[in-house]
């Protein structure tokens, strides 16, 4: 019989888990395969991690990795995917704002022969305007910069299949975006379309600046497009100065001079020249220090315990 596993990353969700819980195992009770609910602790310190330990101690089918403190979602859910054992393996949030009662509409997509299939938000509820915003301007961007077309308007509720998980597995890069790797590994994809709901209990745990943070990881790692916008704008710089030069030139030669007055055009450009340079230099070391912190080729994470898996505690270094 063929398994599934269903992935929740989870930090500080302990109103929501008992309700996932019995939400999946209805969803799932009903279909031919067996299933595992694989529960990520990721740093929770609200007895979400108990209530799964004991859960897990109810239902085999519950199994738990606690890592060792909060590692981000990214990582949790690539936690995840390491220990998880299913035919196909789907990542769910917490909060019940992707409703497990679309997991078999993806599962019927799977077992057509499609290898990853991805949720569409149609709608997103309870969320703020300016969330709203900031994801579908990100999406739309992003689809613009990066060769890697990531679908739009999708977050990390999909169901993935066990032949990409494995070559999932292989990409140990530590700034994740794992909706955009999904899609950079190819296979055979499609899209199911849903509602996204609001949150069951609790409040987000990606604030407006995290969601930044993650769009920035994720603008980086896909696409070089930003240093090319950098290369572009200091060659506009340069033609712009090279005008106002022959200008100040000309000027000279003709007669009709104004270097004794012009105080405030040489403030401005200098002001100007040195915002963008700076900016420049800004964007040049957010790539080298990604280019730093990969090359120290720390674990991704470390467990501290893991539940209902027979392998011991071990850490996001092994592939
Ligand atoms: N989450 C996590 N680690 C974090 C932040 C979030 O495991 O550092 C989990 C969270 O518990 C939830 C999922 O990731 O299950 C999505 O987070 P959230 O619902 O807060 O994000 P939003 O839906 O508001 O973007
Ligand atoms: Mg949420």
Request: one cysteine or more.
């Amino acid at each position: 019989m063929k398994t599934v596993s269903v992935i929740v990353p989870f930090l500080n969700e302990r109103e929501n888990l008992p309700v996932l819980y019995e939400r999946v195992a209805a969803a799932l009770d009903r279909e031919p395969e067996a299933w595992e609910l694989v529960l990520v602790d990721d740093g929770s310190t609200d007895g979400s991690a108990e209530w799964a330990e004991q859960q897990a101690a109810r239902d085999p089918r519950v199994k738990l990795i606690q890592l060792s403190r909060n590692f981000g979602h990214q990582i949790a859910i690539t936690a995840g995917m390491d220990y998880s054992r299913g035919d196909a393996v789907v990542i769910i949030d917490a909060d019940l704002q992707d409703p497990p009662e679309v997991i078999p509409e993806l599962l019927a997509r799977w077992r057509e022969g499609h290898e990853v299939v991805y949720a569409v938000r149609k709608s997103r509820e309870g969320e703020t305007w300016l969330k709203k915003f900031l994801a579908a301007s990100f999406y739309r961007i992003f689809h613009k910069m990066s060769r890697v077309k990531v679908p739009m308007d999708t977050g990390d509720f999909r169901l993935v299949d066990r032949r990409v998980i494995e070559a999932l597995r292989n990409v140990r890069e530590l700034h994740r975006f794992m909706r955009g790797l999904t899609c950079w590994v190819g296979f055979r994809q499609c899209a199911v379309y849903y509602e996204r709901a609001s949150r069951h209990a609790g409040v987000t745990k990606y604030p407006v600046w995290k969601s930044i943070n993650l769009a920035w990881d994720g603008l980086t790692s896909f696409s070089g497009a930003p240093l090319r916008w950098v290369t572009g704008i200091g060659l506009i710089f340069s033609l712009a100065g090279l005008l106002f030069a022959l200008r100040v030139v000309m000027g000279h030669l003709l007669g009709w001079s104004d270097t004794v007055r012009g105080w405030t055009s040489l403030m401005a450009v200098v002001l100007v020249l040195g915002g963008v340079q700076l900016m420049c230099m800004g964007l040049l070391g957010q790539y080298i220090s990604r280019i730093f912190e990969e090359s120290k080729k720390r674990p991704l994470y470390f467990v501290r315990s893991v539940i209902g898996f027979p392998s011991a505690a071990d850490s996001g270094a092994e592939r």
